[in-house]
T-cell receptor, first 115, second 111 residues
């Protein structure tokens, strides 16, 4: 157990809909990262937040947005869903302060299926 | 640009040794990570190298040569449960602790 939690585990929805994925980082971690992983593909970095502020953007579509709240949990919002958005969405957290390696710890993921 | 290369797939025999290579070209270097990912599951952290040389952790070892932009993950005494994808990731000079990810190497273990 990495200490990172994600809800829901599975989500099935229709094209054109909007969904929200939730992530709670490990206790004490200030950085949250969102990744998309399509079937048999590598991890695609979407966006990073650090202590409530957006720090970096990767290949995130304009239809997608995210935020990190004062309690450090984060939400990823996906709107106008398309079939191609079906994927595993991972959240990861890291300390970002002190320490040495700042490895990222991954949550179990949310499997999104768009029909 | 920034690039990380790993073989797409490798096959090895149970009980044997396998070496998974990773080469990288990044803007700066602040450490290299190896992760293991079983199908449909989250990646889990295996190792971290920031200085040249070999880091050993039980059956797994990771090597780094910064001058060559090269790393490898060595897995000994292979077990069937080692069948997974192995992801190489590099932290560049970015101060946000982002990682640049390779596409992963799918390792198939045969009895």
């Amino acid at each position: 157990d990495s200490g990172v939690t994600q809800t829901p585990k599975h989500l099935i929805t229709a094209t054109g809909q909007r969904v929200t994925l939730r992530c709670s980082p490990r206790s004490g971690d200030l950085s949250v990262y969102w990744y998309q992983q399509s079937l048999d593909q590598g991890l695609q970095f979407l966006i990073q937040y650090y202590n409530g502020e957006e720090r970096a953007k990767g290949n995130i579509l304009e239809r997608f947005s995210a935020q990190q709240f004062p309690d450090l949990h984060s939400e990823l919002n996906l709107s106008s869903l398309e079939l191609g958005d079906s994927a595993l969405y991972f959240c990861a957290s890291s300390a970002g302060t002190g320490g040495t390696s700042y490895e990222q710890y991954f949550g179990p993921g949310t499997r999104l299926t768009v029909t | 640009g920034q690039n990380i290369d790993q073989p797409t797939e490798m096959t090895a025999t149970e009980g044997a040794i396998v070496q998974i290579n990773c080469t990288y070209q990044t803007s700066g270097f602040n450490g290299l990570f190896w992760y293991q990912q079983h199908a449909g599951e989250a990646p889990t952290f295996l190792s971290y190298n920031v200085l040249d040389g070999l880091e050993e952790k039980g059956r797994f070892s990771s090597f780094l040569s910064r001058s060559k932009g090269y790393s490898y993950l060595l897995l000994k005494e292979l077990q069937m449960k080692d069948s997974a994808s192995y992801l190489c990731a590099v932290r560049g000079e970015d101060s946000n602790y982002q990682l640049i990810w390779g596409a992963g190497t799918k390792l198939i273990i045969k009895p």
